[in-house]
């Protein structure tokens, strides 16, 4: 399984920034898809996830801000989030994430990343 | 919110033992799940529900969990273990939650 991220690597204040994962080696289903991003030498932080079926769940402090969605056919998922500031420049990594029978989500595989800065 | 607390470094001989906490509140009903990220490159899964090893993945990873702190183990640390290590949980208030980080430095 290979996740590739792609989109602009600039994106200004105040504006939406847009990415897609795609999927090679791997049906979209059954899995979940997430986002996950690492500022400037800061620690990983989660964004959310997308299920095959199309349904999201979202951290708590983006989610006012944050839409990830799902298209099978392209085998790509896709992060907007919206109103950026400096505070969103980041490395932005896609990942599937598997579930534990205790409940709960990991990422076994990831892409390489791409950086994403916000310009004023 | 759920916060989870690493040690920000650790320092390891070559051929010695690394150990690596990681706490947290009601760590008895969570699973704990590890990564390792070396400088430049994207994190990559070391350890999974607690203890439990991806394939391709070096036997001299291991993982535990007990109360409220979960423990990455290296066994025979390499220079090429030198990395920042996450701790990982799920939340069911705060979904996803990452720890710190941990950086091991091999010396």
């Known amino acids: 399984v290979k996740l590739q991220e792609s989109g602009p690597g600039l994106v200004k204040s105040s504006e939406t920034l847009s990415l897609t994962c795609t999927v090679s080696?791997?049906?979209?289903?059954?899995?979940?898809w997430g986002w996950i991003r690492q500022p400037p030498g800061k620690a990983l932080e989660w964004i959310g996830y997308?299920?095959?079926?199309?349904?999201?769940n979202y951290d708590p402090s983006l989610k006012s801000r944050v839409t990830i969605s799902v298209d099978r056919s392209k085998r790509q998922f896709s992060l907007r989030l919206r109103s950026v500031t400096a505070a969103d420049t980041a490395v932005y990594y896609c990942a599937r994430m598997l579930t534990v029978e205790s409940g709960g989500y990991y990422m076994d595989v990831w892409g390489n990343g791409t950086t994403v800065t916000v310009s004023s | 919110s759920y916060d989870l607390t690493q040690p920000p470094s650790v320092s390891v001989a070559p051929g010695q033992t690394a150990r690596i906490t990681c706490a947290g509140d009601n760590f008895a009903s969570k699973s704990v799940h590890w990564y390792q990220q070396k400088p430049g490159q994207a994190p990559v899964l070391v350890v999974y529900d607690d203890s439990d090893r991806p394939s391709g993945i070096s036997d001299r990873f291991s993982g535990s969990n007990s109360g409220n702190t979960a423990t990455l183990t290296i066994s025979r640390v390499e220079a090429g273990d030198e990395a920042d290590y996450y701790c990982?949980?799920?939340?069911?208030?705060?979904?996803?939650?990452f720890g710190i980080g941990t950086r091991v430095t091999v010396l």
């Open positions: 997308v299920y095959h079926t199309g349904s999201t």
């Open positions: 990982q949980v799920w939340d069911i208030r705060d979904h996803l939650v």
């Open positions: 080696g791997d049906s979209m289903s059954p899995h979940y």
